[in-house]
């Protein structure tokens, strides 16, 4: 049976580099469609594109309007393809309005096998039978987010204090993670994992929808099966903005993908 999540990246080709699919409303969150399901629908049209080299590398993503639920297109245009890289530029439209425009770099992870020497420390967190899970979200935040249906997370208990309406100060998250229905990730999905957490302002006190303005992601490997462990973290707000950097690593211990995105912090009161 297909999974929830390849259902809502299904695309039909047009031809000429443009794909028709959808923003599906499960992916809803304040108020617009989740930025990382729309950067995955748009690399999954360069994916289909680029059969050959189906794999995100590097993804810069500018986002120009907020995706609303219902019919999209995305248009690629493969700047360069040569050698093991190629270098494309994709549009993710609704209803004439651009919602985000990319600049990326794919390949087949597969040719970057190799010596890996990482510095980065995995995050350590509580077994899942200890952390927060789906069981204990408030209805009203599913109101908030029905994304969070999409998928399940699972926190340590200190870092949901802002679900009580308590605040830490810390600007930090991290939560093991999977898609629902047993759908194992891959290169593409983590395209929207590197986006599905709560943005890092909750533990801020700022509770809210907070708009992503532009997210750079790096893929790095192909992740193993199971579940993956996410980290958010923030150090510096200022200006009505803050920079959210994250890391995902694989079940086999495998840091698979950075990013860090600038997005505007949520209005309050």
């Known amino acids: 049976m297909t999974s929830e999540w390849d259902r809502h990246l299904s695309l039909e080709p047009l031809g000429e580099g443009r794909y028709a699919g959808a ?18 629908l748009a690399g999954a049209a360069i994916s289909a594109h680029l059969p050959g080299k189906p794999d995100p590398v590097t993804v810069s993503a500018y986002y120009l309007s907020a995706g609303t639920p219902g019919p999209a297109e995305v248009s690629v245009d493969v700047r360069r393809d040569g050698g093991r890289l190629a270098t494309v530029s994709a549009d ?7 919602r985000l425009t990319l600049l990326s770099t ?9 010596d890996v020497r990482t510095t980065a420390v995995e995050p350590e967190l509580p077994p899942q039978e200890e952390c927060a899970g789906p069981e204990d979200v408030p209805e009203f935040v599913l109101e908030i987010a029905p994304m969070m249906r999409r998928f399940e997370m699972r ?5 949901t204090a802002w679900v009580r309406g ?3 100060g810390e600007g930090h998250f991290s939560a093991w993670f999977r ?32 708009p992503t303005l532009e997210l750079t992601c790096h893929v790095r490997a192909k992740p193993a099966p199971g579940w993956l462990k996410v980290q958010h973290h923030t ?20 840091l698979v993908a950075q990013s860090r995105q600038l997005a505007l912090a949520p209005r309050v009161g």
């Open 235 to 254: 150090r510096n707000f200022a200006g009505g903005m803050f920079e959210e950097d994250c890391e995902v690593w694989d079940s086999t211990g495998r």
């Open 106 to 114: 794919y390949s087949d992870l597969d040719r970057f096998e190799g």
């Open 23 to 40: 923003l599906d409303a499960g992916w809803s969150v304040g108020g617009g469609i989740n930025g990382g399901f729309q950067l995955a």
């Open 179 to 210: 898609l629902n229905d047993g759908r194992e990730p891959d290169p593409v999905a983590l395209l929207m994992v590197l986006d599905a957490l709560p943005p890092v302002t909750f533990d801020l006190g700022m509770v809210g929808w907070a």
């Open 166 to 168: 308590e605040t830490r």
């Open 92 to 98: 993710l439209v609704q209803d004439g309005q651009t």
């Open 155 to 159: 926190f340590p208990v200190e870092q």
